[in-house]
């Protein structure tokens, strides 16, 4: 088993990622040039949430053990952190998520799609990444324990593929007899396949592979990398040139082999550890965990100041990070936020 080195690298990018997110919530460029935005947003930006499903995968599985039964309290343990955290911040969005409800008309109906969303996309649009994670953790270490890693790799890449299909090719399926109305059904029943059936299990196997095996020549890393983003910038053009490329998009076939590359990168770094490093992966979370409550208030406000909206989100964010770190120890239970 790997030795378990301090990945200073990870903890970097993963702030960095969190700025991207908020890109993704924000628009920042689209008063520049929407076509800038749209490029931001679908290439660099979408690496984020990936990123964060391949490092949580990494760090978990190199924890693995021969005894199934330490691998299951390992799991079990990680399952009871991220829920507790997605349980914390469901009540703080509570409110939020009331008014949004009531805007667009309370009905038997949108509790249904509350409890699906609350199970599977998220409480809160921005807080899905917490039960996909919850359901694909689990979903790729009971394969990787009964089936092995290269069939559960090629499981997960064959689920991301149908997801791929739904997410990507939607405006198709709408226009198709038949196909549109099972289209219609998912969508009702699944709302998104970007969920912790078909798009995370990918992410994190990226993560257990590489838990795994050794780092690839820094050459390597590179070449790939960049060859990966390119197809990924040609792959965004191909969707917009045929016209179905929408603000949803975001399961893309290239980042698979972004992902697995760019995290090869960062784990071949070598960053001496620092105190400052540890607390932007602190940060990052709270980051990640607040910024739309600053976010859906200052759009509503300046909704023709996209770029303003996204440095006063950051700003807040930051601030509201900085305090619970900094307040913590004096104040227990801001230690539940993490």
């Given at each position: 088993?790997?030795?378990?080195?301090?990945?200073?690298?990870?903890d970097?990018?993963?702030?960095?990622?969190?700025?991207l997110?908020?890109?993704?919530?924000?628009?920042?460029?689209?008063?520049?040039?929407?076509?800038l935005?749209t490029?931001?947003?679908q290439?660099?930006c979408?690496?984020?949430?990936p990123?964060?499903?391949?490092?949580?995968?990494f760090?978990?599985?190199?924890?693995?053990?021969?005894?199934p039964?330490?691998?299951?309290?390992?799991?079990?343990?990680?399952?009871?952190?991220?829920?507790?955290?997605?349980?914390?911040?469901?009540?703080?969005y509570l409110?939020?998520?009331?008014w949004?409800?009531?805007?667009?008309?309370?009905s038997?109906l949108?509790?249904?799609?509350?409890?699906?969303?609350?199970?599977?996309?998220?409480?809160?649009?921005?807080l899905?990444?917490?039960?996909?994670?919850?359901?694909?953790?689990?979903?790729?270490?009971?394969?990787?324990q009964r089936?092995?890693?290269?069939?559960?790799?090629?499981?997960?890449?064959?689920?991301?593929?149908?997801?791929?299909?739904?997410?990507?090719?939607?405006?198709?399926?709408?226009?198709v007899?038949?196909?549109?109305?099972?289209?219609?059904?998912f969508?009702?029943?699944?709302?998104?396949?970007?969920?912790?059936?078909?798009?995370?299990?990918?992410?994190i196997?990226?993560?257990?592979?590489?838990?795994?095996?050794?780092?690839l020549?820094?050459?390597?890393?590179?070449?790939?990398?960049?060859?990966?983003?390119?197809?990924?910038?040609?792959?965004?053009?191909?969707?917009?040139?045929?016209g179905?490329?929408?603000?949803?998009?975001?399961?893309?076939?290239?980042?698979?082999?972004?992902?697995?590359?760019?995290?090869?990168?960062?784990?071949?770094?070598?960053?001496?550890?620092?105190?400052?490093?540890?607390?932007?992966n602190?940060?990052?979370?709270?980051?990640?965990?607040s910024?739309?409550?600053?976010?859906?208030?200052?759009?509503?406000?300046?909704?023709?100041?996209?770029l303003?909206?996204?440095f006063?989100?950051?700003?807040?964010?930051?601030l509201?990070?900085?305090?619970?770190?900094?307040?913590?120890?004096?104040?227990?239970?801001?230690?539940h936020?993490?």
């Open positions: 088993m790997i030795g378990k080195k301090r990945y200073v690298s990870i970097i990018a993963k702030y960095v990622a969190v700025l997110v908020i890109c993704v919530h924000t628009f920042p460029l689209v008063e520049i040039s929407s076509l935005n490029y931001w947003i290439t660099i979408r690496l984020a949430i990123f964060f499903f391949a490092s949580a995968g760090f978990f599985f190199r924890k693995w053990d021969e005894d039964e330490v691998n299951k309290r390992n799991l079990i343990r990680f399952e009871k952190r991220v829920l507790k955290l997605y349980l914390i911040w469901t009540v703080i409110p939020y998520t009331i949004d409800y009531a805007k667009a008309g309370f038997v949108s509790i249904v799609s509350y409890l699906r969303d609350f199970l599977l996309n998220g409480s809160y649009y921005h899905w990444v917490l039960p996909t994670i919850m359901l694909a953790m689990p979903l790729v270490s009971m394969m990787y089936f092995g890693l290269l069939n559960t790799l090629k499981t997960c890449l064959i689920a991301y593929i149908i997801g791929y299909f739904i997410n990507v090719y939607g405006p198709v399926w709408e226009q007899p038949v196909v549109s109305f099972i289209y219609e059904f969508m009702k029943a699944f709302a998104t396949s970007r969920n912790g059936i078909f798009f995370g299990p990918i992410f196997g990226i993560g257990l592979l590489l838990s795994r095996t050794r780092r020549p820094k050459q390597w890393i590179i070449s790939g990398f960049l060859v990966s983003f390119i197809l990924l910038v040609l792959e965004v053009t191909l969707y917009r040139l045929f179905i490329l929408r603000d949803i998009t975001s399961m893309y076939i290239t980042l698979i082999p972004a992902v697995y590359f760019l995290m090869n990168w960062l784990l071949s770094m070598n960053i001496p550890d620092k105190q400052r490093y540890r607390e932007l602190k940060e990052a979370s709270l980051i990640y965990m910024h739309i409550l600053f976010a859906k208030v200052l759009i509503n406000l300046f909704p023709r100041a996209n303003v909206v996204y006063i989100t950051l700003a807040l964010s930051q509201f990070a900085t305090l619970v770190i900094t307040n913590k120890k004096q104040f227990p239970i801001l230690e936020l993490l």
